[in-house]
Nanobody, 120 residues
Framework: QVQLVESGGGLVQAGGSLSLSCAAS????????MGWYRRAPGKQRELVAT???????NYADSAKGRFTISRDNAKKTMYLQMNSLKAEDTAVYYC??????WGYGVDDYWGQGTQVTVAS
């Protein structure tokens, strides 16, 4: 069984910062691409940023220059540092991992989400 658990969400004033974490656990052989996604009220889930096992990153235009994605492969943990937050960043943030699990092959797993609210 593989689980991804996000933490670090909360309420912050516009212009402030938050750091999210996503910890993976279970019978994991390897985690390939990981990513952060978000769903704002009334909108579809959208990509925020992705990172490969080797550290190559990709950002949505809305995140470029403000957010930084990183990961620690040994700890099976991914991070998202969010700076200069805006009201439009308010959303539930989800992590996703492409996980190779012992005996199960590769599959995508999602966390349960963590709420980020930016007060203007």
């Amino acid at each position: 069984q593989v689980q991804l658990v996000e933490s670090g969400g909360g309420l912050v004033q516009a212009g402030g910062s938050l750091s999210l974490s996503c910890a993976a656990s279970g019978s994991i052989l390897r985690i390939d691409v990981m990513g952060w996604y978000r769903r704002a009220p009334g909108k579809q889930r959208e990509l925020v940023a992705t990172i490969t096992r080797g550290g190559n990153t990709n950002y949505a235009d809305s995140a470029k220059g403000r957010f930084t994605i990183s990961r620690d492969n040994a700890k099976k943990t991914m991070y998202l540092q969010m700076n200069s937050l805006k009201a439009e960043d308010t959303a539930v943030y989800y992590c996703k991992g492409s996980v190779v699990a012992w005996g199960y092959g590769v599959d995508d797993y999602w966390g349960q989400g963590t709420q980020v609210t930016v007060a203007s």
